[in-house]
């Protein structure tokens, strides 16, 4: 049974998988399937990536409604661009965002990831950026949202 431990913090025996398209799919052919027999036969490299991007949406969901509660978390440009003159530690640009978006001193372009579902994970419509300030939850973030951009296929959100 497959279960994913975002965190690594899960109880008993367990195998790391790299949370990469490429790792991923190299399971299906790889010894380690056989060695460590804790995926299923017949568990593909589509399933472990959708099971995978549905923990880590989950887990961003999370952090950024934190975020929002806290009054930590910035969103759309203006006001990602706002809060950047006063310093806030990241800010995530969609990939398909505008011109706009460039003032943006500590901004991340996600290569994968769009406004329609940058906006879905804080319940919006469309968002083109989002800051975050405090740089712990900022880095939970960054790291959440690294780990699901690279976990997509390219030219394809989770």
Known sequence: MLVPDLLGKASGRGIHICPNVDCIH????NKLRKAHNLIAQNTTAAE?????????????KSLLH?????????????????ADKNGIPLAFIASDAGSSVSKLKNGRVLERIGKKFLGSLIGIQSCAALGVSKGGLADK?????????SLCDSGNEP
């Open 66 to 82: 934190i975020a929002r509660k806290a009054g930590l978390l910035y969103i759309g440009v203006e006001e990602s661009i706002g």
């Open 26 to 29: 190299g399971l299906e052919n």
């Open 141 to 149: 973030i960054e790291n959440t949202f690294m780990k699901l951009d």
């Open 48 to 60: 472990i990536i959708d099971r995978l991007n549905s923990e880590l949406v989950a887990r961003l």
